[in-house]
């Protein structure tokens, strides 16, 4: 971890034994040399801030100590004795902005581990109101996706052919992934990242985390805070498919010395390309912090609210040809044969989130954390279906005279309701030569779920909110780890991490159609890292060995309890990395390769369930290798040239599928679904004058398999795009900036489709397969600016 020093500069104009002595002086950034604001200049008996030109007096009593303070740097002693003028430099801490649970599951340069950094303003240049995994869509190795087809509603990423549900995610060191599916819904927190100040990918099993462990990567977040100097920023934006996004951005800067709140409301509406796919997403953010000089406390409260039209069933492959915006969500035919679409064919959820974390800083030179959390989650998907059966919902079939009425259409809505709430804590610190992280945390997830039919064309008197289903889980982790950095000598260092995770999962109740289910697990995990980091003039070499598991998911559970079969196995990953990294005066690049070797590793299928959620199955061994190479290159001081590319190997082993008509067929060694083998991005800008920025940004992901069959039939094809942005920012008298930007997407409006499904089905004694695709946009546009306070 790095280390941080106090460096000051006392210049003493006279030394006198008096009863009081005045102290003046300028605080000044030593790291740039420009004057700190409202620091807070202090002794026992008296307390004044800095002038916006960093200057102060104070009165102090003789061998009375002043200190400065500021957020985001080292606490300044001036001493006893000093009087006269002084100029105070303070060394920026960047602990007190890295906040000790971010901090302790973050790597850095002395660990071996492939990341990528994402600081605010890059993460602010990425945005245009479109989700998360767009921001991150330049990262290597990653793949995005969109069911509406434009980048806003229900989206996702994988990594290294990893879905979602097997990236760990973490906000403020708080872990994000759903309990029970384990997949993060991004729809739920719209423009999240418009309150975060930074940003990390871990790729491959990397550091300790918290929450489920990271099978392809992890990313985590850190929101803004403590804020030194008031601001507001409103940003508005819009563009294709009538998307339009407001955001209010606000800080009140430090109060009495003390003091921050930092806040944001955000609204984003769009049609989405693919029919109906419409999305109204809000949110919020609020951050109340405290800070002392050892001490720092912070609240934060966010969240969001979504309604967004179902399009997760995508559209069939005849269709995708000839129409490929149509959306099969809602479909129904009225009573007089006329096809309709549900207007409420809709999902609604919310979810908030609730923290407090409490950093402390000891004498002794270690820091402590504790954060508490709670996250409220609650909505539902509602859809029509057709000739329901009464019995499947509890309902009496409907007698007219002597017909018996079996089946109805009907309006139903799918709840999930629950509560996740938990504590982690972690201390920093040294032990002799050893830099030393331990940390840890217990969390429960309660959650409900439950299905009301609201409406039915053939029903006898019944409850108009009538549940025909309920069930619940309750899910419980315990983790703890120690990670250590040992520096062997000023060039070489070694890295170990050990953490212990415990999980208790059962759950139980009834199902659609009637089903009865029960089960419970207990888990226990040992994950160990170790590495060698070796650091030469400009340049780094490391190597990594890492042991993760996982446990299975509800579905994995629900489908063993209701079809008899033994309980599904938990999924173990082995994870070698090694990698070099260096930079020159215009040059820097990174080369990384891997090998991550799975044990009863639960990869997709490539079919969906009836809700639109990709289906997981066991299949043995199989393994991941590949090489990630990045450079930046700034040949000019007018252009730079960024690009990363992935090649990779991703097989089960000795694969088996159970085919009808055939029995058991063995496909070899065959590819691993949804993980194309090339997966490229180039970002070339062009630093014009007046403050303008000129991007161009082709992407090339290679073709992706939709079943682990390796059937050629069965493949989403290669697909190349193209995005186009300008941009820029300027300074006026009464605006600190105007921020504007352009971007054109798939300018060449490309046909391709980044995520699909498969699936089979037998007709005459024979199986036949078929798949889907979810399509992407043509050309489109987003505009925006932002005016800074």
Known sequence: MKQFSMLGIFLLLSVGALAQRTVSGKVLNQSN?????????FTQSERVSTLPDGSFTIEAQSGEEVKVRAIGFETFEIGAEVSGFITVNLVPNEQVLTSVEVSAIRATDDDPVARTDYSEEEIEQNDVARDMPYILENTPSVVTTSDAGAGIGYTGLRIRGSDQTRINVTINGVPVNDQESQGVFWVNTPDLASS??????????????????????????????????AYADVHIGGGSFNTQRYTLNFGTGLIDGHWTLDGRASRITSDGWIDRASSDLRSYYLALGYQAENTTIQAV???????????????????????????????????????????DQVDNYGQDYYQLHINHNLESGWKLGLSGFYTRGAGYYEEF??????????????????????????????????????????????????????????????????????????????????????????????????????????????????????VNYSGGGTEEENVVFDFEDDLQFFNPKAGLVYRMANSRLYASYAL??????????????????????????????????????????????????????????????????????????????GIEISSTWKPIPQFTISENITFSDNRNLDYVEEVIGQGLVSRGNTPISYSPSIIANLTATAHLPKNLDLSITPRYVGKQYLSNTGLEGLVLPEYFVTDLRLSGQWALEDVKRIRAYVSALNVFSASYAPNGYSYSYAFGGQQYYGMGFYPQAPINYMLGVEFSF
Not at 601 to 619: D, F, H, K, M, Y
């Open 301 to 343: 409260v966010f969240g969001g609210r979504e309604r967004t039209y179902q399009a997760w069933y995508g559209t069939d492959s005849a269709t995708y040809e000839a129409d490929p915006t149509f959306n099969p969500a809602g479909l129904y035919t009225d009573e007089n044969g006329n096809v309709k679409f549900y207007d």
């Open 33 to 41: 040399g420009e004057p700190v604001d409202y620091a807070v200049v």
């Open 385 to 502: 279906r057709e000739d329901e059966n009464h019995v499947d919902y509890g309902l009496t079939p409907v007698v007219i005279d002597t017909t018996t009425i079996a089946t109805t259409d009907l309006a139903r809505r799918l709840w999930l309701d629950n509560h996740f709430y938990g504590v982690v804590a972690n201390a920093t610190g040294n032990i002799g030569n050893v830099n030393v992280i331990v940390g840890g945390g217990w969390n429960q997830y309660d959650g409900d779920h439950y299905g009301n039919v609201i409406w039915a064309r053939w029903i006898n008197d019944a409850d108009p909110n009538h549940e025909f289903y309920f069930n619940n889980s309750v899910k419980t982790n315990i983790n703890a780890y120690v990670k250590a950095d040992y520096a062997i000598s000023d060039a070489l260092s070694i890295y170990a991490d050990m953490q212990v995770r415990t």
């Open 548 to 625: 993760a598991n996982r446990e299975p998911n509800r579905v994995d559970y629900f489908n063993s309890a209701i079809t008899g079969e033994a309980m599904p196995e938990a999924e173990r990953l082995q994870d070698v990395e090694v990698g070099y990294e260096g930079r020159s005066t215009n040059f820097s690049w990174s080369v990384n390769g891997y090998f991550m070797y799975y044990t009863n590793q639960l990869a997709l299928t490539g079919e969906l369930n009836s809700v639109g959620a990709p289906i997981r199955e066991n299949v043995g061994e199989s393994y991941r290798a």
């Open 196 to 229: 975060l100040s930074s940003m990390q990918i871990q790729r491959g099993v990397g550091t300790s985390t918290n929450g489920a462990g990271a099978f392809g990567a992890s990313i985590n977040m850190q929101t803004k805070s403590f804020t030194k100097d």
